[in-house]
């Protein structure tokens, strides 16, 4: 693929309902990040796949998120019961492979807004 | 808890002035990275620097990584209104794949 894309663009839902935000690595990409950038901040670490395992999910908040990567490509991630905390750009990113140094790519994200 | 302090947090300059930013922590990082990210976008790879002491130029943009490995700066000479932008700096510890963000510096080069 031409890059890294993230479906949908934006996401506006309620408090207390559950979305699932799509994320497409470049083709080959072994390593894949989700990060999540709250407004005039830097992005926050998640989550990090190499191939269909999760290597490191420290950075999730707690246990309503959730992410997956079945067949080492294509990653969703998943939040429950969602709150208004949870407002924020989520945003993904892939490597050729996960070697210290490596240009991560990263999509455009997807603008989650919890009402 | 890492943690990359960017400074300053917020810049507005004229065109072709000269400008530096710095990126500051008590942690020891193995490599770190500096971003340019522009509205809805995701950040972009300007350069990455891994020895104590060096330097990189990537044409009006010169990087320095601290002897300690604790900081870094960017510095921009004769700044254009295309490099109005965030720029991010991020560390990674030895022996991790994750890269811990810093705080955001963000630039307005007004023509």
């Known amino acids: 693929g031409a890059g890294v894309s993230q479906t949908p663009s934006n996401k506006v839902t309620e408090k207390g309902k559950y979305v699932e935000l799509r994320c497409d690595p470049i083709s080959g990409h072994t390593a894949l990040y989700w990060y999540r950038q709250s407004l005039g901040q830097g992005p926050e670490f998640l989550i990090y796949?190499?191939?269909?395992?999760?290597?490191?999910d420290s950075g999730l908040p707690n246990d309503r998120f959730f992410a997956v990567r079945p067949e080492g490509s294509v990653s969703t991630l998943k939040i429950q019961r969602t709150e208004r905390g949870d407002s924020a750009v989520y945003l993904c990113?892939?490597?050729?492979?996960?070697?210290?140094?490596?240009?991560?790519?990263f999509g455009p994200g997807t603008r989650l807004t919890v009402l | 808890t890492q943690l990359l302090e960017q400074s300053p947090q917020f810049l507005s300059i004229q065109e072709g002035e000269n400008l530096t930013v710095y990126c500051n922590s008590s942690s020891v990082f193995s490599s770190l990275q500096w971003y340019r990210q522009e509205p809805g976008e995701g950040p972009v790879l300007l350069v990455t620097v891994v020895t104590g002491g060096e330097v990189k130029k990537l044409k009006r943009l010169t990087f320095q990584f601290g002897d300690a490995r604790k900081d870094s700066s960017l510095h921009i000479t004769a700044a254009q209104p295309g490099d109005t932008g965030l720029y991010l700096c991020a560390g990674a510890t030895s022996g991790t794949y994750k890269y811990i963000f810093g705080t955001g510096t963000r630039l307005k080069v007004l023509a």
């Open positions: 990113a892939s490597s050729l492979a996960p070697l210290e140094g490596n240009t991560q790519y």
């Open positions: 796949f190499q191939g269909t395992g999760a290597a490191d």
